[in-house]
T-cell receptor, first 114, second 111 residues
């Protein structure tokens, strides 16, 4: 069966520090991968999605970047965190054409920038 | 206008009650529709897909009205464990890969 792993679960980082969040998927090949952010009390905002290795689409101009160095690995990064980067970061995967079947989310990383 | 709009609630109902949520979407070309459930400080989990003919899964019934562009979720015989936020989800304007999530409707089921 397919599983998605996301770490760390919680993170407290100072303003201006770098960030690296990792997500990996097991049990499937060539998944679509997504990074979402959920600010406190708000809805999910799509940040990046990827349909293949090295293929990244950005949804919102921001202080973040994403990379997909391997088929089942998706990384979210920042060179310098801002206070506004605080939130709940969720990685998700779907099969190709996954808009017909929905996404499966990882357990998320709760980031607090101080 | 938001792509997906939901009443944020909270809906506060007693155990055993029937409660219904509605959601409206703006993209008439949307093809796929879902309801997700999100518990406090947890990731969203797929509750059910929504089909044009309507579908039922135990105490949960989902309906789609394409003409009016709204989706509904009916929960019968509410349980305490149904307390959560329910997210309405539709295919985005670019329907290739993306799902657009509503901000959610919060349900509180009281004893």
């Amino acid at each position: 069966s397919q599983t998605i792993h996301q770490w760390p679960a919680t993170l407290v980082q100072p303003v201006g520090s770098p960030l690296s969040l990792e997500c990996t998927v097991e049990g499937t090949s060539n998944p679509n991968l997504y990074w979402y952010r959920q600010a406190a009390g708000r809805g999910l905002q799509l940040l990046f999605y990827s349909v293949g290795i090295g293929q990244i689409s950005s949804e919102v101009p921001q202080n973040l970047s994403a990379s997909r160095p391997q088929d089942r690995q998706f990384i979210l990064s920042s060179k310098k965190l801002l206070l506004s980067d605080s939130g709940f970061y969720l990685c998700a995967w779907s099969i190709q054409g996954g808009n017909y079947y929905g996404y499966t989310f990882g357990s998320g990383t709760r980031l607090t920038v101080v | 206008r938001k792509e997906v709009e939901q009443d944020p609630g909270p809906f506060n109902v007693p155990e055993g009650a029937t409660v219904a949520f509605n959601c409206t979407y703006s993209n008439s070309a949307s093809q796929s529709f879902f309801w997700y459930r999100q518990d406090c400080r947890k990731e969203p989990k797929l509750l059910m897909s929504v089909y044009s003919s309507g579908n039922e899964d135990g105490r949960f019934t989902a309906q789609l009205n394409r003409a009016s562009q709204y989706i509904s979720l009916l929960i019968r015989d509410s349980k305490l464990s149904d307390s959560a936020t329910y997210l309405c989800v539709v295919t985005g304007m670019d329907s290739s890969y993306k799902l657009i999530f509503g901000s959610g409707t919060r349900l509180l089921v009281r004893p």
